[in-house]
């Protein structure tokens, strides 16, 4: 019995339609949710993280503004931008693409962001939102995660998640969102004792771990959900997760490929926080 292939393509398209439809109703009122993409330098996957990001905005209504920044500028050039885009009316999401070049501190960047137009999810106070369970913007591909399970038809509630990876971008966040969830939530790392023991236990597993199909059949309960986070370029230039795909593949009862799974989820995610960012500015409840 094979496993189900969760098509993170398809509900990202989902997503997108609802969303194109709340933005028609602002336009309707002169309300155009505004996000502004600061790139700083010449990272070539950041390049094409942009370029998506530009063309979602065209597809779904928003305005955007891109920033692209030598990666020359200084830390202090680069704050004196993100200081402009939180007093501009006009933007309503603020997205600093990372990384950033060795001389920039991160750190006092994301701070630098106003909460209110935080789309990351990366800001202190939004992560601190997060985890007393207050409404924030949610980091992109933890939310994502979550949509995609509850999208699939997969109860959360009481299952027991083990989530593999322990990063401040996917793996912290998205334990907090399982959390959030009702699922009883496990976090496995480099330093676990007997990680296999723990992850066939799981009822959901998520993998972000940056390794290429680094976990088989041996971690997998059977009939586990499993979503695996990574995306990896191998020595033949294809992609591959965290997850060895096909050989969880007659172990899992449902699995998210790579690519087209998790992926396409954060940018639509990064769309629904700026959506969601322009409603709060002008009053407008969820």
């Given at each position: 019995m094979s496993a189900q292939r969760i098509e993170g393509k398809q509900i990202s398209d989902a997503i997108r339609v609802e969303i194109g439809e709340e933005t028609a109703k602002l336009a309707q009122r002169g309300i155009v949710p505004g996000l502004a993409v600061v790139l700083v330098g010449e990272d070539p996957a950041s390049k094409v993280y942009v370029g998506s990001k530009e063309k979602a905005c065209q597809q779904l209504g928003f305005y955007s503004e891109v920033h692209r920044l030598p990666a020359s500028t200084t830390q202090e050039e680069l704050l004196a931008v993100i200081d402009k885009l939180n007093n501009q009316s006009t933007i309503h999401g603020i997205l600093v693409q990372l990384p950033l070049p060795k001389h920039i501190e991160e750190k006092p960047v994301i701070d630098a962001i106003s909460v209110h137009k935080d789309v990351d999810?990366?800001?202190?106070?939004?992560?601190?939102?997060?985890?007393?369970?207050?409404?924030?913007?949610?980091?992109?591909?933890?939310?994502?995660?979550?949509?995609?399970?509850?999208?699939?038809?997969?109860?959360?509630?009481?299952?027991?998640?083990?989530?593999?990876?322990?990063?401040?971008?996917?793996?912290?966040?998205?334990?907090?969102l399982l959390l959030r969830e009702h699922a009883t939530v496990t976090i496995c790392h480099s330093r676990t004792a007997d990680m296999e023991a723990i992850a066939k236990t799981a009822d959901i597993l998520v993998v972000a771990i940056g390794k290429p199909k680094a976990i088989g059949r041996s971690f997998v309960k059977p009939g586990a959900v499993i979503i695996d986070v990574g995306i990896n370029r191998l020595p033949d230039g294809k992609l591959a997760g965290d997850v060895d795909y096909d050989d969880v593949l007659d172990t899992a009862g449902y699995v998210t490929p790579v690519p087209g799974g998790v992926g396409p989820m954060t940018i639509t995610m990064l769309m629904l926080n700026t959506l969601k960012a322009a409603k709060q500015a002008n009053g407008i409840g969820e």
């Open positions: 999810g990366f800001h202190p106070i939004s992560v601190g939102n997060l985890t007393i369970g207050d409404d924030s913007l949610l980091p992109c591909t933890p939310s994502g995660v979550i949509e995609l399970i509850k999208r699939t038809g997969i109860e959360i509630a009481g299952r027991h998640a083990v989530v593999i990876g322990r990063s401040n971008i996917v793996g912290k966040p998205v334990a907090m």
